[in-house]
C-alpha cells in the first residue's frame, strides 16, 4: 500500500517524516522498495502494527515495553 492508501485505508494519520523515524526505530513496518521513486507498505503488517496498538490500549503509558 502506499503513502496514500496508509491514511485513507488505515487510518494511520503520520506524515511520511514521522513514519520513516517509527521505522528507523523498529516502531513501523519496514516499507518496500518498488522501484527508485516508489515504496510501499505489506498490508498484512500493516494490519499487524495496528492490531498490536489496539492490544496495547489499555496497558500504562509508563510501560515502555507497551510500545
Not at 526505530?25 to 496498538?53: C, H, I, M, T, Y
Given at each position: ?8 485505508l488505515c487510518g494511520i494519520p503520520y506524515t511520511p ?13 519496514k516499507r518496500v522498495q518498488l522501484g527508485p521513486n ?30
Amino acid at each position: 500500500m502506499s503513502k496514500k492508501e496508509l491514511k485513507t485505508l488505515c487510518g494511520i494519520p503520520y506524515t511520511p517524516q514521522h513514519i520513516g523515524r517509527l521505522e528507523a526505530a523498529g516502531k513501523f513496518p519496514k516499507r518496500v522498495q518498488l522501484g527508485p521513486n516508489r515504496v510501499a507498505w505489506l498490508l498484512s503488517e500493516v494490519d499487524a502494527w495496528v492490531g498490536e496498538r489496539i492490544a496495547f490500549r489499555g496497558a500504562s503509558v509508563d510501560d515502555p515495553a507497551s510500545f
